[in-house]
């Protein structure tokens, strides 16, 4: 059954590139519209029913020119967008087995969520208002070595994990304790999200020290790398001044060899920024430019990284 159904999602294919192709041949000052999948045949139609077709008032594409369908709906067959179109365009192509209506709905690709804590959604109310370095020495971190733990990491994040999904989020970047149990959960819901093991020089609630966080990370990246597509393990240096220059070295060395990204917080508050000018003779945006690089402290070598105000998230390439 399945074999025939690619089968017959080939053939349509090449219908379609055909079909797409003749179109540009006949008309080169006036491309055909590729936002609509061509249909296939009558004969096609009636024996292709897709898995979903999800409609709303209007459709956020997210194309190169920025161009929003009203009244539009996305075809959805095994995973797979198939096609995007008016509502009336893809219901006369397609018939699904599931429909979700669209009235006073927008569709649009998912949300993002660059930098999260995820299960500190039970820490809400704790201290508010406050300077960095006071709210978290004073507060937070003592908060945290005394009252979380596995379980309190799982309903904080699930927790989390609800409110982004309600929210249209459906990829977040997580720095906290316990990652064998944040990536449970979204293995569980059914997001996408970068898990990082936090790395960090003082006593936290999943380690004693940074050589102690280091090696737990290591076996939680060894434990989920390649596991899901959907979850992605990674390392997460606290910050500049919750770790020395040689422990930011070791976490960078730890991730290249294991392949994976870092995030870090960087320029996050004035204290940080003086912090290291002060004691590292960096400027936040050298320090980010260090980090980047595969090799913190050597010569530069490829790699790519992305960063704002607040967060700092970077791909890690291997040294070439
Ligand atoms: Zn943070």
Known sequence: MTNNRNLRRFLRSVLRIASLAVLAACSP???????????????????????????????????????????????????????????????????????????????????????????????????????????????????????????????GTELACWEMIRGGTTTFVDMYYYPDVVAQVVEQCGLRAFVSATIIDQRSPDAESAADSLVKGKSFIDNWKGRNSRIMPIYGPHANYTLNAEQLAATRAAANDAGVPISIHMAESPFELQYSKHCMSLSASWMAQRLAHTSYGQPKTKSAFSLNEKWALFTTRRPT
Request: hydrophobic share 45%.
């Open 29 to 155: 000052g006036n491309p055909p519209d590729t936002a609509m999948a061509p249909a296939g045949s009558a004969e096609e139609q009636d024996t292709d029913t897709i898995d979903l077709i999800i409609a709303g008032d209007y459709l956020v594409t997210m194309d190169d020119g920025g161009s929003v369908i009203k009244d539009g709906a996305v075809a959805v067959d095994e995973g797979l967008i198939i096609a995007i179109g008016t509502a009336d365009e893809i219901n006369a192509q397609y018939k699904a087995h599931g429909n979700l209506p669209g009235e006073n709905r927008i569709v649009m690709p998912g949300l993002i969520n660059g930098h999260s804590h995820a299960a500190m959604t039970l820490l809400r109310g704790v201290a508010d208002d406050l300077a960095l370095m006071d709210w978290l020495n004073n507060y937070i971190f003592p908060a945290e070595v005394q009252f979380v733990d596995a379980e309190f990491v799982r309903i």
